[in-house]
């Protein structure tokens, strides 16, 4: 059964960090490209940060480009996601997800399942 389970969600402060976790199972996290989305309260849900499987291409939303830094500990089966000067728009919900298409200029194509999500709450 795969599965993938986010944490380190929280509330922070203007200018904050967070790291967040995803501990896959059920799958062999080699064989896969993955990546964090998220979605706002009433907003769509959108591709922040992809990597490939060896860590060679990343893919960063304009809007976290150089204050988010994704990785990957395979022998973990974890992935991460790094994130400094958090501003209150990066409020939402993170998702890790399996992805088809990484490159430097896309992430695309999620695989089901979803995990159940981390709450990111940045306060002004």
């Known amino acids: 059964q795969v599965q993938l389970v986010e944490s380190g969600g929280g509330l922070v402060q203007t200018g904050g960090s967070l790291r967040l976790s995803c501990a896959v199972s059920?799958?062999?996290?080699?064989?896969?490209?993955v990546g964090w989305f998220r979605q706002a309260p009433g907003k769509e849900r959108e591709g922040v940060s992809c990597?490939?499987?060896?860590?060679?291409?990343?893919y960063y939303a304009d809007t976290v480009k150089g204050r988010f830094t994704i990785s990957r500990d395979n022998a973990k089966n974890t992935v991460y996601l790094q994130m400094n000067s958090l501003k209150p728009e990066d409020t939402a919900v993170y998702y890790c997800v399996r992805v088809l298409v990484v490159s430097s200029t896309a992430c695309r194509a999620p695989l089901a399942p979803w995990g159940q999500g981390t709450q990111v709450t940045v306060s002004s």
């Open positions: 059920g799958f062999t996290l080699n064989d896969y490209f």
């Open positions: 990597i490939r499987s060896s860590s060679s291409t990343t």
